[in-house]
């Protein structure tokens, strides 16, 4: 069993910063995908951004420029810094990872979610 575990998340002004991390823990041989989607009140969860293990990305269009993604292969964990934060950010925000607890056992597992809210 693998275990995602979010910190980071909290109450800012628009315009300001906040760096959400993602640790994985359990039994872990690999991680693939690392990343962070997001869930509004009355809105579907969407992706935020995602980082392979060799370190492309991708971003949604709505925080390019803003958003930087992150990962620490060696400590199994995945970062999200946020700048210039806007009203229309605050979200729950979901930690997921696709990692192999074996050499032929590939699983999606998601965090509980942290609350990210910034206020106008």
């Known amino acids: 069993q693998v275990q995602l575990v979010e910190s980071g998340g909290g109450l800012v002004q628009a315009g300001g910063s906040l760096r959400l991390s993602c640790a994985a823990s359990g039994s872990i041989f690999s991680i693939n995908r690392m990343g962070w989607y997001r869930q509004a009140p009355g809105k579907q969860r969407e992706l935020v951004a995602i980082?392979?293990?060799?370190?492309?990305?991708n971003y949604a269009d709505s925080v390019k420029g803003r958003f930087t993604i992150s990962r620490d292969n060696a400590k199994n964990t995945v970062y999200l810094q946020m700048d210039s934060l806007k009203p229309e950010d605050t979200a729950v925000y979901y930690c997921?990872?696709?990692?192999?607890?074996?050499?032929?056992?590939?699983?999606?597992?998601w965090g509980q979610g942290t609350q990210v809210t910034v206020s106008s």
């Open positions: 997921c990872a696709d990692v192999w607890s074996s050499a032929t056992r590939l699983v999606n597992y």
């Open positions: 980082i392979t293990s060799g370190g492309r990305t």
